[in-house]
């Protein structure tokens, strides 16, 4: 039988590989209580403030929903979880999980922190990826401005100029040692001063190899379009696209805002149409892997399986340099692992930082995570199969 028609993400002997049998156990725990919702909401509210009363619970996250999740709390703790997936043909995207520090001196300070994980990653073939957020350097009301179109004053002027030298220092750093860089989307009511960012850097750092990667979430309707836009760009002005496809992340906030200022929701009307457009995105970018990289981020098996049937039909080989998956850390391994087995470029999501510091990520990563139409159920079904399997 053809090896790509045979292609399957129900294999959990090769699923689950990386895994020991206590892993397994902890991640059955893991996921039977992540799809009560109402633990989620009652865990979100009660551990941050268990934190601030110095109440003993770190040791509890760590090795239990931080372990799950996270790659470690330091950039070494990271680095060996990415050297166990690397065993098994898996890469990593490292992401520094914590959410950003106000004022220009935190902004500032995390410059050097990526650009020490761009020059480690250089020197290891399993950290293709560094992910980034601008708002991790730049003040949210300066980009809510920018998005508005709102004239800045002198001050402002400066704040952006500033901005930018940071991005362009990690982009620069990521050029110079040969490792990628994907800028995270934002909220819809920033993310043009996001757009015109990476869209410079990419100008700058993608002539000849994609360096520089935007976002594209599918659930907002105008992002399929956005993309076109985006590869005729890169096209008239001689530079590759990076193009990272996503689902999304801010579906509840987007709505809410949307509501409470009385202006049309930039959110898809259903399901179905988020994965038109996704689909869509995936066939646009794999017919046009001479002009652009994609980056599939994606826990849709759909999608995946899709974008191996195009590569298939084009004749591309399984490891096109122009094309990389990619799964969350502790999520969809089912499809990570039989990716890699079978040969494709697949990677994992890596966040990594002091548990308290990224506590805020993992909450969203719980909370997304019942909110995902059976992606519970699918992922306690595989785990349970393999226990199964192994008589544990």
């Known amino acids: 039988m053809d090896k790509q028609l045979s292609l399957s993400f129900d294999n959990t002997a090769i699923a689950f590989e990386a895994k020991t049998d206590k892993d397994l156990k902890r991640a059955n725990f893991l996921f ?9 909401k009652f865990g979100a509210t009660m551990t941050p403030l268990a934190f601030k009363l110095g109440l003993p619970i770190k040791g509890i996250i760590k090795n239990t929903i931080f ?28 992401d520094y999980g914590v959410e950003a520090m ?69 982009a620069e750093a990521g050029a110079h040692h040969d490792v990628a860089i994907l800028v995270d989307a934002e909220e819809s009511w920033i993310q043009d001063p996001v757009d015109d960012l990476t869209n410079e850097m990419m100008s700058l750092f993608n002539k000849k190899k994609v ?17 076109r836009v985006s590869l005729a760009a890169a096209q008239k002005d001689g530079y590759l696209l990076g193009a990272k496809l996503v689902r999304g992340a801010y579906m509840e906030k987007e ?20 994965d038109n457009d996704y689909n869509t995105a995936v066939k646009l970018c794999i017919e046009n892997l001479d002009k652009l990289s994609v980056f599939i981020g994606t826990h849709n098996e759909d999608s995946c399986m899709l974008a191996a049937r ?15 998956f990619s799964q969350l850390l502790g999520m969809s391994d089912n499809i990570t692992f039989n990716l890699a087995h079978a040969g494709y470029n697949v990677s994992k999501y890596l966040p990594y930082g002091p548990v308290k510091e990224v506590l805020p990520y993992l909450i969203r990563r719980a909370q997304e995570n019942t909110s995902i ?11 349970r199969k393999e ?4 008589r544990i």
């Open 373 to 383: 139409a059976g992606q519970m159920g699918r992922e306690l079904s595989l785990i």
């Open 102 to 170: 106000e004022g220009e001196n935190s902004y500032d300070a995390a410059v050097p922190e990526f650009i020490r994980a761009i020059q480690y990653a250089a020197t290891r073939p399993d950290i293709p990826f560094i992910a980034i957020k601008i708002t991790g350097f730049a003040r949210f009301e300066l980009l809510e401005k920018l998005h508005r179109k709102d004239s800045l004053t002198p001050e402002e002027q400066a704040e952006y100029k500033r901005v930018r030298n940071r991005i362009h220092s990690i």
């Open 32 to 40: 039977s209580n992540i799809g009560k919702p109402w633990l989620v």
């Open 387 to 390: 226990m199964k399997r192994r």
């Open 255 to 274: 709505n809410k805002r949307a509501a409470e200022n009385n202006y049309p929701t930039p959110i898809q009307p259903s399901k179905q149409a988020t």
């Open 211 to 227: 360096i520089v990667y935007n976002t594209f979430q599918m659930y907002c309707h105008d992002r399929l379009e956005y993309l």
């Open 67 to 94: 372990a799950q999740f996270c790659g470690g709390e330091s950039l070494e703790e990271a680095a060996a979880t990415a050297l166990k997936l690397g065993n098994y043909h898996v890469g990593v995207a490292l």
């Open 310 to 324: 195009l590569m298939h039909e084009k004749g591309y080989k399984h490891n096109h340099e122009h094309v990389n």
